[in-house]
């Protein structure tokens, strides 16, 4: 089904070589029909990727959608041209005014950090507390999965011995949830972080639940008892190539970066990566919006 995409925004392009033609956003709908309208807050360094990975995943949809992008007043990203967010995102100040059905909130490079001093925190929670009230269902990615849990429920994050880096087995703890229709008993997901949430933090809270959870990786994706939020530690939107760029960077600033795991074909970078998850990411986000969002969850 075509997405309505701010109009020149590079991702289309670039999908377009994948065969993934996202047309002009106005064909497949018919009068009966609205877009669900989805906000995407994108925290993450680059930007154009994000979009591409996102967009990917979304246009999958069984409905219609219309996709906004939007940023923080409070934060001025490093990586990415001033011309770039002035065309395609717009800020919170002025979303805030309209009706969406469902967000996304990615991840950020900022979780060595307290919550309190990431720069954009108060504008952040703001968002959070705005998307609570007037959106049916918010997904947050990785960091931003920490920081929704730190700031409803006060749960903490915890420092990693390790980077917990790779693709790894994940058990959907409640199989009959909409958002897991049609999900094997195993799937994976790839994960790159430093710090965790802990399943003893959560279980105490009556409001959450540990929907999926990974014997190696930990907590998995939680969710509120009202089905409207989902926390997902990991990054399912990641493109095939993703963790092999980050090993390769990380090598090159040193040595003793050890490989993500369950990732490379054999075990062995050489034989680049054997992808295991992409399936299973695009029937969550398709579950997400045929079941949650127009369902009103």
Excluded at 2 to 31: M, S, V
Excluded at 124 to 131: E, G, H, N, R, S
Aim: charged share 25%.
């Amino acid at each position: 089904m075509p997405l309505r995409l701010p109009a020149g925004l590079p991702a289309i392009d670039i999908l377009k070589h994948e065969n993934i033609f996202l047309g002009d956003g106005t064909q497949g709908q018919t009068n009966s029909e609205r877009r669900l309208r989805i906000a995407v807050l994108n925290l993450m360094p680059l930007k154009e990727t994000t979009e591409t990975d996102l967009v990917r995943l979304l246009s999958n949809s069984p409905l219609p959608l219309e996709i906004s992008f939007m940023k923080l007043r409070s934060h001025v990203p490093r990586h990415t041209p001033a011309e770039h967010m002035e065309k395609f995102y717009r800020d919170f100040e002025e979303l805030r005014k309209e009706r969406f059905d469902g967000m996304i909130v990615t991840g950020a490079p900022v979780e060595g950090m307290p919550f309190e001093e990431v720069d954009y925190w108060d504008e952040l929670t703001a968002v959070f507390d705005w998307a609570r009230r007037h959106v049916a269902s918010t997904l947050y990615i990785c960091w931003a999965a920490q920081a929704g849990l730190y700031h409803f429920y006060g749960v903490r994050k915890h420092p990693l011995p390790k980077k917990m880096f790779g693709i790894f087995p994940t058990v959907a703890l409640q199989p009959g949830l909409p958002i897991f229709r049609g999900f094997d008993d195993v799937f994976r997901m790839p994960q790159s972080r430093h710090t965790e949430i802990r399943r003893e933090d959560i279980d105490p809270i009556d409001d959450l639940e540990v929907i999926a959870e990974s014997a190696e990786s930990g907590v998995s994706i939680v969710m509120s008892c009202s089905k409207r939020d989902f926390f997902i530690t990991g990054h399912l939107e990641y493109a095939p190539d993703t963790l092999d760029k980050e090993y390769h960077r990380d090598l090159g600033r040193r040595n003793d970066v050890e490989a993500p795991r369950h990732y490379y074909r054999d075990g062995n970078p050489e034989n680049g990566p054997l992808v295991s998850w992409r399936a299973h990411a695009n029937l969550l986000f398709s579950n997400w919006i045929n079941w949650v969002l127009r369902d009103g969850h």
